[in-house]
């Protein structure tokens, strides 16, 4: 059974660091594009990151560019998003979603596997 679990989010103020985890079962990271998504209440769902499945070629939102890092660990079956320098503007739930490619992609019906999410609050 193909799962996706997200953990790490939670409340923190504004210029904090928080990094998500998403634990991959029932599948092989390697041959997987992986990406990390959210969506804030009122808005629709937003690609945040991306990590390729061959030569780790990543993606970024202007909006993260700078501030957030993806990464992968295939040995683990785990990726990560490193977010610093948090601002109010990304509170949202979380997505990591897995994709039957080998490029990078930033659009989300190219995905296949999906997480439950987890929420992040960035507020003083």
């Known amino acids: 059974q193909v799962q996706l679990v997200e953990s790490g989010g939670g409340l923190v103020q504004p210029g904090s660091s928080l990094r998500l985890s998403c634990a991959a079962s029932?599948?092989?990271?390697?041959?997987?594009?992986m990406g990390w998504f959210r969506q804030a209440p009122g808005k629709e769902r937003e690609a945040v990151s991306s990590?390729?499945?061959?030569?780790?070629?990543?993606a970024y939102a202007d909006s993260v560019k700078g501030r957030f890092t993806i990464s992968r660990d295939n040995a683990k079956n785990m990726v990560y998003l490193q977010m610093n320098s948090l601002k109010p503007e990304d509170t949202a739930v979380y997505y990591c979603a897995a994709a039957w490619r080998t490029i990078a992609t930033m659009t989300a019906h190219q995905y296949d596997y999906w997480g439950q999410g987890t929420q992040v609050t960035v507020s003083s």
């Open positions: 029932g599948f092989t990271l390697d041959y997987y594009t």
């Open positions: 990590i390729s499945s061959i030569d780790t070629t990543t």
